[in-house]
C-alpha cells in the first residue's frame, strides 16, 4: 500500500498561512499486513474541530506518531527518531480507527467497544467509556463533547472531560443491526452516516446539543462513506452492497444533500 504522505527530514517545519501546524501520524498494525493510516492532524490556534481531520491548539505534547498495535495497545514515539515515549493497553484487541488529538487529550476508539480519552503527553488515562460493541469509527471533539460511533449502531455524545453520558441517539432503522461511522458537526447540527452492511444505509441530522432527530434518510443497496459538509451542502460517496448469492455489483455514487432538510440535490454518475 502506497502512502501519499511523504516522511520529511529531520527539523523540518510544517507551515500554513493560519499558523504553525504539528503534523501527527497514526497506523494500525493488523496481523499480516500493515496498514498505514495517516491522520494528519493538522493544528492551529485558530482552528476548531472538524470532520475526521482533528484541529486543536498548538501544543509540544501532541507532536508524535501514534501507533495501533495489533495487541490492543496504543503507542506514542517521538516524530523525530521513532524512539517510544509511552504506551498504553487498551482492553481490546484492535485498534481499529485513527485517534482524535484535541487540547492535549487522545481520544480513541477500540474493538472492545471502549472509547479512551488518555493524555497525550504521558498516555495516562483520563477516562473510559463502553458502548455495546467495537468503536471502528474515529472520534470527533467539537464544543466539549465527545460524538463516537459504535457498531452497536448508536451514536453517542459525551462530555470530552469527563466522558459521562450526554445522549445517544440510534443511527439504524427498527432493529436493525447498523455501524455508526464519523460524523461531522457544522452549525450546531451533527451530520453522519451508518450502514447494516446488506441493504440500507442512513444519513442523518441531529441537534448537537439535545440529540434530537432532525432528519434522516435511508439509501438502498449502497454503503455510504463518512459524511463532509460545506456551504450548507453534505457530500457523501457510497459503494455497492453485494447480496449473498447475488451478482458482483460494483457501483459507486457521490451523493450532494440539501444540509437543512436531506433532500438530495443530486447523484453523480457511476464513479
Known amino acids: 500500500m502506497k502512502s501519499k504522505v511523504h516522511a520529511s527530514q529531520s527539523g523540518t517545519k510544517w507551515q500554513h498561512s493560519i499558523g504553525m501546524f504539528a503534523m501527527v501520524l497514526f497506523l494500525t498494525i493488523l496481523i499480516g499486513s500493515l496498514i498505514l493510516v495517516l491522520n494528519l492532524a493538522h493544528q492551529s490556534k485558530n482552528a476548531n474541530a472538524s470532520s475526521s481531520i482533528s484541529y486543536s491548539k498548538v501544543a509540544a505534547s501532541q507532536v508524535g506518531v501514534y501507533v495501533g498495535s495489533n495487541d490492543g495497545a496504543l503507542f506514542k514515539l517521538d516524530a523525530q527518531n521513532g524512539s517510544q515515549l509511552w ?3 487498551t482492553k481490546g484487541n484492535i485498534i481499529p480507527a485513527p485517534p482524535t488529538i484535541v487540547n492535549g487529550v487522545v481520544y480513541v476508539g477500540s474493538q472492545e467497544g471502549f472509547v479512551y480519552a488518555l493524555n497525550a503527553a504521558d498516555g495516562t488515562p483520563k477516562w473510559s467509556f463502553q458502548t455495546q460493541s467495537a468503536v471502528l469509527s474515529t472520534p470527533l471533539v467539537a464544543n466539549g463533547v465527545l460524538y463516537a460511533g459504535s457498531s452497536d449502531g448508536y451514536l453517542y455524545a459525551l462530555n470530552a472531560q469527563s466522558g459521562s453520558q450526554l445522549w445517544r441517539y440510534y443511527t439504524g432503522s427498527g432493529t436493525a ?95
Open 87 to 89: 504506551r498504553y493497553k
Open 177 to 271: 443491526a447498523v455501524n455508526a461511522g464519523t460524523v461531522v458537526v457544522d452549525n450546531g447540527v451533527v451530520y453522519g452516516s451508518s450502514s447494516d452492511a446488506v441493504a440500507h444505509s442512513y444519513l442523518y441530522a441531529l441537534n448537537a446539543q439535545s440529540g434530537s432527530q432532525l432528519w434522516r434518510i435511508q439509501v438502498n443497496d449502497q454503503a455510504f462513506t463518512d459524511p463532509q459538509v460545506a456551504n450548507g451542502v453534505i457530500y457523501i460517496a457510497s459503494s455497492a452492497l453485494k447480496h449473498l448469492g447475488g451478482p458482483d455489483i460494483r457501483d459507486s455514487y457521490v451523493y450532494a444533500f440539501n444540509a437543512k432538510d436531506g433532500s438530495r440535490l443530486w447523484l453523480s454518475d457511476k464513479v
